[in-house]
């Protein structure tokens, strides 16, 4: 503990800026926005402390805008791997050996850093690379961002203040010791914040990281290195690579030193993952920790007292905000035949008031593009499929276009059958799958809520009713992690809603929560006895 029992900052929500207009954040940011979409930034691999281009680059545009260059990074190749993982062992020793207050202060600072000087830049690169609107950018890159590390840091000083009993004589306490070898941290595009906490979570602790972020979010990610860089991040302690990720996978996982992975993406490569660390267990020095968040098919389920207003608008933001490219989105949505009509024609009246699908520079539009090519073509293959059979209609949206950007109107599946392939395939788009049930069928639809999918990320009930609403609680228990009421199921708050789920939604290590911190350190319990015994024998010997 260094020279004192330290109190870190208490931890507070940064409040979200509005970027209304004539406000001197939507001024800035556009000013940035403008800076980087006419510019050419070049993003080197980040090993120990060398900025390493390899000649091997790949462009970066915006899913808006996909003709359109904004830079370009470089592609590791093997030895480059080796080298991250060296950079971390070669570092790990000083850093975990670090006093907790000094590490703490890093991450403090970056936070601080992300709220003032980095806010514009890091929402600007969002807003470009992964095309989100500067109100999703806000939320996500800086806002979240910042209450991961300010949040974490509270966490782990409660973390290290959690000792244990001590006897007459005697004084146990507990040491929360950094794995022992790296920590893996594979991050996705479609969340900024995530992208900065899997590898900070890990580090805040003690342990050493080999990074790969998504080819999609390296812009913003490069701006999350230079934050922790400013802050005085030692050199080899994050070290990040971006290229092949099977080669870059294997690489790391044959390491004897891997320690653990920490993960978001795809459920399907998760599996894969796992399967590759079982078939390595003899070759690693420790058993390593496998953290991962993955899918999810999320659901709406509203109550025939449900208000009407409210459901319709759970079911437009929770399933077109960042064009549903989130593992919270909704994406199958069970209304009462009594109010469905309603509903429908509500959610419909919101869609005819979104611009169509254009570019985040221009504040007015609600729906931008999705990520790429292959996003794009796998959604327009389900829509134009609901419009061939004869058990589902597309009722809203429906058109597709990828002249200029990868642009999918948001759009609404109604079936007939409560097993339709949109009902029960993540689809990570604009797409959500209705499906009326009669209002005597509530408590056999939760039933088939709880059934119909392989995931259990987050879910939503809509009702007046305080009987309906503990029954939906008690049956649907298992398939989400994140339950709301009277809400939509997006939007976790850090510090407020500790985020993830189970089944093939991943481990629920909840991150946002000291319950994550705690899968990246190794507790160690010191007895110390201060009048040793000087003779074995027991009293009941005689």
Known sequence: MGKGFFQVPTAFNEPIKSYAPGSPEREEVLKQYKEYYNGKVEVPLYIGSEEIVTGNTKPMSPPHDHKHIVGKYHLAEKKHVAQAIDNCLHARNEWANLKWEQRAAIFLKAAELIAGPYRAKINAATMIAQSKTIHQAEIDSACELIDFLRFNVQYMSQIYEEQPDSAAGIWNRVEYRPLEGFIYAITPFNFTAIAGNLPASAAMMGNVVVWKPSDSQIFSAKVIVDVFKEAGLPDGVINVVYGDPVMITETILGSPDFAGIHFTGSTHVFKSLWKQIGNNIDIYKTYPRIVGETGGKDFIIAHPTANTQQVATAITRGAFEFQGQKCSAASRVYLPKSTSKEILGLVKKDIESFNKPGSPEDMSNFITAVIHE??????????????????????????????????????????TDPHYTTMETELFGPVVTIYVYEDADWSKTLKLVDATSEYALTGAVLSKDRYAIEEATQV?????????????????????????????????????SAQNLLRWVSPRLIKETFVSPEDYRYPFLG
Do not use: H, M, W
Request: net charge positive; with cysteine.
């Open 374 to 415: 292959n996003s794009f073509d796998k959604l327009a293959k389900y829509i134009d499929q609901a419009k061939q059979d004869k058990n589902a209609e597309v009722i809203a949206g429906g058109n597709c276009d990828k002249s200029k950007g990868y642009f999918i109107e948001p759009t609404v599946i109604l079936t």
């Open 476 to 512: 649907l228990q298992n398939c989400a992690g994140n339950f709301y009421i009277n809400d939509k199921p997006t939007g976790a708050v850090v510090g407020q809603q500790p985020f993830g789920g189970a089944r093939a939604s991943g481990t629920n290590d909840k991150a946002g």
